[in-house]
């Protein structure tokens, strides 16, 4: 019970603080927003897609799950700036759960990215994109796993490194492989063997393969209970070792 009202203490605070600067979620947005308006258009011929609408049904997933990876693995620049003002440290006379103080940052990170996934895909329907409602939130909740684990890894080596200018390298370092081998953008079908070889053991391109197929309608594809799976461990390895971080870090 208490770490539940330490966990919700903290989450509320940040809510807090990210309503009263909600322009940052717009700012999240904006660039998976050029992508859909002035990308997506583009991939119908490319993919010899029978009609747009099947076209963004590729793509929408793949952008949603880009959106969740970038959003998640920045947030520790946040962290730093706290670090630096001395918020964390004084952290460390309080009772409250240090599990909490992770888990409420990152459960604001996702609702944040939830925020921005609902406006993309409002959007999205204006190109004839039709989901199912189930499927959709099925999809949403891949995409708040993702955000749990990538968030809180942020947050982990951010209280490892503790300057912005040692992570912004290391985080791009990782993000933009993810990213080439994860088929977000588009999908890996035809590309060399090797390179697929190498993206099965990408753990986001399950992810990406099993949005892609609830947004199709198939939530009994093997690809969308794989996807749930991996990303649920991950998110539980993420969590457990940037708990140990924060542990280590406020005591």
Known sequence: MKFARDTWLIFQRQIQLL?????????????????????APLLKPALNAPT???????F????????????????????IAELRAGVI???????ISRLALLLGRSLRDV???????????????IFDL?????????????????????????YGVALKVKSEDALAPLM???????LLLSGILLPLTFAPGWLQGIANWNPFSWAVDGTRALFAGDLGSDKVWQGLSITAVLAALGVYWAARQFARSVR
Request: glycine residues 6%; without cysteine.
């Open 52 to 58: 747009q609408a099947a076209a963004y049904k590729i």
């Open 89 to 95: 440290e004084r952290s460390r006379v309080t009772p």
């Open 19 to 39: 309503l009263r600067n909600p322009v940052w979620v717009f700012v999240g947005v904006f660039q998976p927003v050029m992508y859909l308006l002035l990308f």
């Open 172 to 178: 791009n370092t990782v993000a933009q492989p993810v």
């Open 130 to 154: 039709r989901v199912f409602i189930g499927d959709l939130l099925l999809a949403y909740l891949m995409l708040a796993l993702i955000a749990l684990m990538t968030s809180a890894v942020s």
């Open 60 to 79: 929408v997933p793949g952008l949603l799950v880009l959106l969740a990876i970038f959003g998640g693995l920045f947030q520790g620049f946040g962290l």
């Open 111 to 125: 609702v944040s990215l939830l925020a921005q996934a609902v406006i993309i895909t409002l959007l999205a329907l």
